[in-house]
């Protein structure tokens, strides 16, 4: 069970929650088909569209994409994904895809 608790910063900033593992989840406008981000700063978006059976479905799935960055397996920059030391070219996957590595385990455990 997830609980997501309301928060809001009072100077130029957008609402927050956060879950019970104490991980941010900010909800903002993410690209057409991504319901969610995991952020190696430990924060997830969240699409601010995501009903509440979605929003506990994307923190669960970005979850383990956060266990998988803390265990090392997996990070990223603007052009790559790095899995467990194998690169793989964000212009040639399909962000998501449930054929890649890393989103085998979450689709897997989540």
Same mark, same amino acid.
């Given at each position: 069970?997830?609980?997501?608790?309301?928060?809001?910063?009072?100077?130029?900033?957008? @609402?927050?929650?956060?879950?019970?593992?104490?991980? @941010? #989840? #900010?909800?903002? %406008?993410?690209?057409? *088909? #991504?319901?969610?981000?995991?952020?190696? %700063?430990?924060?997830?978006?969240? !699409?601010? %569209?995501?009903? @509440?059976?979605?929003? =506990?479905?994307?923190?669960? &799935? $970005?979850?383990?994409? &956060? %266990?998988? +960055? /803390?265990? *090392?397996?997996? !990070?990223?920059?603007? =052009?790559?994904?790095?899995? =467990?030391? /194998? =690169?793989? !070219?964000?212009?040639? +996957?399909?962000?998501?895809?449930?054929?890649? @590595?890393? $989103?085998?385990?979450?689709?897997?455990?989540?």
């Amino acid at each position: 069970m997830v609980l997501v608790v309301e928060v809001r910063k009072v100077e130029n900033s957008r @609402p927050i929650t956060e879950t019970s593992k104490n991980r @941010p #989840i #900010i909800k903002k %406008d993410l690209e057409p *088909g #991504i319901m969610a981000e995991a952020n190696d %700063d430990g924060t997830t978006f969240v !699409s601010k %569209d995501a009903s @509440p059976a979605q929003l =506990k479905s994307a923190v669960a &799935h $970005e979850e383990v994409h &956060h %266990d998988q +960055m /803390k265990r *090392g397996d997996l !990070s990223y920059t603007d =052009k790559e994904v790095t899995w =467990k030391g /194998k =690169k793989f !070219s964000r212009a040639s +996957m399909k962000e998501g895809a449930h054929e890649l @590595p890393w $989103e085998r385990e979450a689709y897997k455990n989540k």
